[in-house]
């Protein structure tokens, strides 16, 4: 998640513009892993007061106690 956060950032910056996870992939195949988390749930960027990566955790549900994020 880290990483996808600094690719972001690094992109904001250069293109002056919020991007979605599919335009930093851009069709690289190695980066195809960053579209789901562990668990094979999409990541969700979530913009307040910068952006954060959130996985749903091994539940898979979102806003429960093992959801992981990234600042």
């Known amino acids: 998640m880290a990483k996808i956060l600094n ?3 690094s992109y904001e910056s250069k293109n002056l513009q ?3 996870i599919d335009t930093l992939i851009n069709g690289r195949p190695l980066l195809i ?5 562990s668990w094979g749930t999409a990541y969700r960027l979530v913009k307040s007061n910068g ?3 959130h ?3 091994r539940d898979r ?4 106690s093992d ?3 990234s600042k």
């Open 18 to 20: 919020i991007v979605s």
């Open 33 to 37: 892993t960053w579209k789901t988390d």
């Open 7 to 9: 690719r972001i950032h």
């Open 61 to 64: 549900k979102f806003g429960t």
């Open 55 to 57: 996985s749903a955790g």
């Open 67 to 69: 959801d992981l994020f």
């Open 51 to 53: 952006f954060s990566v």
